[in-house]
């Protein structure tokens, strides 16, 4: 199953969400040297933008952690594809349940930030 639309559709809000607060952080730059302050150390103040991301995965195993190991995999394959690093994501959250028939199903959540 190909779910890489989705995701990069996510990461073009995120994207947009981050352009947005650049260009408040520039009005409010703008609005800081209408005082009569020094104009160039206001004028050389980098403003920066983070982009963040947050990725869904899901697996199976014959253990609790190899179900999460299992979920994690898939969640840092769907940055990858969507474009992250892996160096760029870490694993926030994950959830495991017993199916009942001696196997383990989980989900993971994986963030990104750069």
Same mark, same amino acid.
């Given at each position: ?23 408040? @952080?520039?009005? !409010?730059? =703008? /609005?800081? +040297?209408? &005082?009569?302050?020094?104009? %160039?150390? $206001? *004028? ?12 869904? @995965?899901?697996? !199976?195993? =014959? /253990?609790? +952690?190899? &179900?999460?190991?299992?979920? %994690?995999? $898939? *969640? ?39």
């Amino acid at each position: 199953m190909n779910r890489s639309s989705p995701f990069r559709l996510r990461a073009a809000a995120v994207t947009l969400a981050a352009s947005a607060c650049l260009l408040g @952080g520039v009005a !409010t730059a =703008g /609005t800081a +040297s209408a &005082a009569p302050a020094d104009t %160039a150390s $206001v *004028a050389s103040r980098a403003i920066t933008a983070t982009e963040m991301a947050t990725f869904l @995965g899901s697996g !199976t195993g =014959g /253990t609790q +952690s190899s &179900a999460i190991t299992s979920a %994690a995999n $898939v *969640a840092f394959a769907n940055a990858q594809r969507a474009g992250w690093q892996r160096s760029q994501c870490y694993l926030r959250a994950s959830d495991v349940r017993a199916t009942g028939s001696g196997w383990f199903s989980a989900v993971a959540e994986v963030f990104c930030q750069r």
